[in-house]
């Protein structure tokens, strides 16, 4: 956002929606440039931020959420990666499916454990991001299913 103005609520949840996609396709870049959070977080900041256009508007991200996601995608892989695993079918662990699941999956999850966002918030985000990543398959429904799993697991009280 330009200026000291403060953004409308829709404008609030447009930027936030698109810190999640920026995160999803940060951590994606990190496994497979097999680059440092510090390092993709500050070139999206730098050079992405603000290039999602919705309705012929630009959209910026929210930089806090963003670096938030990350920041925790990372130091709560082990555990997001453990739910993940358990939420997916035996034969398939998170190291099987493709990458840019395995990074929304990672970023969903660190929004999970932090009990800002209310869980059915952070699905519902989430399978927006598998449908602008995969618009005609059927991945949105699986995202949907296995952060249904991972939220219960995370926060039943929500439930």
Request: charged content about 30%; proline content about 6%; glycine content about 4%.
């Amino acid at each position: 956002m330009t200026g000291d103005r403060k953004p409308s609520a829709a404008e609030h949840r447009r930027m936030r929606s698109a810190a999640r996609l920026y995160a999803v396709q940060a951590l994606f870049q990190m496994e497979a440039a097999g680059q440092t959070a510090e390092k993709v977080a500050r070139e999206f900041e730098t050079h992405r931020f603000g290039a999602i256009y919705d309705e012929d508007e630009m959209s910026e991200g929210d930089p806090d959420l963003f670096r938030r996601l990350v920041g925790e995608a990372v130091n709560w892989q082990a555990k997001i990666d453990q739910m993940t695993d358990r939420a997916l079918v035996a034969k398939w662990p998170i190291d099987r499916i493709d990458p840019v699941l395995r990074a929304l999956f990672r970023a969903a999850g660190a929004e999970l454990l932090d009990p800002a966002t209310p869980p059915k918030v952070v699905i519902t985000e989430f399978v927006d991001v598998a449908r602008a990543f995969f618009p005609d398959g059927r991945e949105p429904k699986f995202v949907n299913a296995v952060l249904d799993h991972m939220a219960r697991e995370a926060r039943p009280e929500a439930f």
